[in-house]
């Protein structure tokens, strides 16, 4: 017990454990600042949200035909709910694709 205690006590070995714990890496931070990057996210960022928007808009198209039966239409209340599923799924891919987006490169509409 006496050697770990000696051994511990030389300065050689402490200032080395010190030195080790000096060493940690800076925080790397992502740099999306290439040439064209800046117009490229604000084109992405433009279509999904067009494509979010019409998706949306297909799904309250959807609803209204099938809330209005039709509009006196048999033919159109079923197609309305056919394809209210689908406008559904597309909405909830198109809201995932969005967010993740936004979450890692950063949401620009220019707004």
């Keep these: 017990m006496q050697a770990i205690i000696e051994a511990l006590q030389t300065p050689g070995l402490v200032d080395g454990l010190i030195s080790l714990q ?34 949306v808009l297909a799904l309250i198209v959807c609803g209204a035909f099938i809330v209005f039966r039709g509009f006196g239409n048999q033919a159109v209340q079923q197609w309305g709910a ?10 909830i891919f198109l809201g995932s694709v969005f967010s993740i987006f936004a979450f890692t490169v950063g949401l620009d509409l220019g707004l």
């Design 22 to 55: 000096a060493n940690v890496p800076p925080e790397v931070q992502p740099d999306f600042n290439g040439p064209g990057s800046g117009i490229a996210r604000q084109f992405t960022s433009w279509a999904l949200g067009l494509v979010l928007s019409l998706a």
């Design 82 to 91: 056919k394809n209210i599923i689908w406008a559904f799924i597309g909405v």
